[in-house]
């Protein structure tokens, strides 16, 4: 299972993070490297593509999870219409 979950983060970063972030909600970059099994900058740079996508968003505020205060990333509810088209 394991062994499952790690071919599958290797394979598409983006999803396996954002699925991260739906079944634990808000995480530090350290959590989901932790439960993503992947490496703090490989992380990082999911992340840094992931946050030019209406589908994350960061803030600076308490990990759940480790307590630390830095940035924390969650889904964007983005079932409201309204959201993304400027133009
Ligand atoms: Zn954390």
């Known amino acids: 299972m394991r062994k499952w979950l790690r071919c ?4 598409d970063l983006p999803r396996t993070l954002t699925t991260l972030l739906g079944t634990f ?7 989901l490297a932790h439960h993503a099994w ?4 490989l992380v990082a740079a ?11 968003r960061t803030e600076r505020a308490l990990c ?8 924390t990333f969650w889904l964007a ?6 959201y993304g088209e400027s133009r």
């Open 77 to 82: 509810e983005t079932h409201e219409e309204g």
């Open 8 to 11: 599958v983060a290797v394979i």
């Open 46 to 56: 999911t992340l840094d593509d992931l946050r030019q996508t209406p589908a994350i």
């Open 38 to 41: 992947m490496t703090l900058s």
């Open 25 to 31: 909600g808000p995480l530090c970059e350290r959590c």
């Open 64 to 71: 759940p999870r480790c307590g630390q205060f830095t940035q």
